[in-house]
């Protein structure tokens, strides 16, 4: 799989839309770019997933660069309940069961 | 639907104990996988399960096992704990486990803490 690259930590005001960065320069034709979030040692949460078109859903969009190196998660109107951390995921994981996580961006959502 | 349940949320074990966690699937995913998660290595692969076979296996010593049920519930062992075994255990499960785009669900975690 992939190793992604993404900033440990960032800020956004409430309300605000939230972009996400990812670096994926290796990623393969067949892997997949999945997200997801985890609060609080809670389990992690899905959140999306694509391969290179961009995707919505009703918790953000996923935003692929065309040469696939890249990838931006977007939270439309974070609210406090956003702050998390969120990982980013290059993956093939239904042929393996296994996914890789990083240390993934610690979102901070302020009033 | 309900989602992945695990059981216990929380145990606490003395070194040299074994213990045993429990993973139920949602209903209809056949593939469990076994994750944990400590603040020095982040969230780590164990293995994986699918029609009670392991498929996929992380790096971790014999110490760790697992097993998975016919009704695809699965089960994770820890013998001879460890201090270094204290941990947030995470499973998740996925519909099919063979397709590129399986996405996995996890559950709460079962928190390990041994003294």
């Known amino acids: 799989d992939a190793k992604t690259t993404q900033p440990p930590s960032m800020d956004c005001a409430e309300g605000r839309a939230a972009n996400l960065p990812c670096n994926h320069s290796?990623?393969?034709?067949?892997?997949?770019v999945y997200w997801y979030r985890q609060i609080h040692s809670q389990g992690p949460q899905y959140i999306i997933h694509?391969?290179?078109n961009n995707e919505t859903n009703e918790m953000a969009s996923l935003i692929i660069t065309e040469d696939r190196k890249s990838s931006t998660l977007i939270l439309p109107h974070a609210t406090l309940r956003d702050t998390a951390v969120y990982y980013c995921?290059?993956?093939?994981?239904?042929?393996?069961?296994?996914?890789?996580f990083g240390q993934g961006t610690t979102l901070q959502v302020k009033p | 639907k309900a989602g992945v349940t695990q059981t216990p949320r929380y145990l606490i074990k003395t070194r040299g104990q074994q213990v045993t966690l429990s993973c139920s699937p949602i209903?209809?995913?056949?593939?469990v996988s076994w994750y944990q998660q400590t603040p020095g290595q982040g969230l780590q692969f164990l293995f994986e399960?699918?029609?009670?076979?392991?498929?996929n296996k992380g790096n971790f010593p014999g110490r760790f096992s697992g097993r998975q049920f016919s009704n695809s519930r699965s089960e994770m062992n820890v013998s001879t704990l460890e201090l270094g075994d204290s941990a947030l255990y995470l499973c998740?499960?996925?519909?099919?486990?063979?397709?590129?785009?399986?996405?996995?669900?996890f559950g709460p975690g079962t928190r390990l803490t041994v003294l």
């Open positions: 209903s209809g995913h056949r593939s």
């Open positions: 998740a499960s996925s519909l099919v486990g063979g397709a590129r785009t399986d996405t996995q669900y």
């Open positions: 399960y699918f029609s009670e076979t392991q498929r």
């Open positions: 290796t990623i393969s034709g067949n892997e997949y």
């Open positions: 995921i290059a993956s093939t994981s239904g042929n393996t069961g296994k996914l890789i």
């Open positions: 694509g391969l290179k």
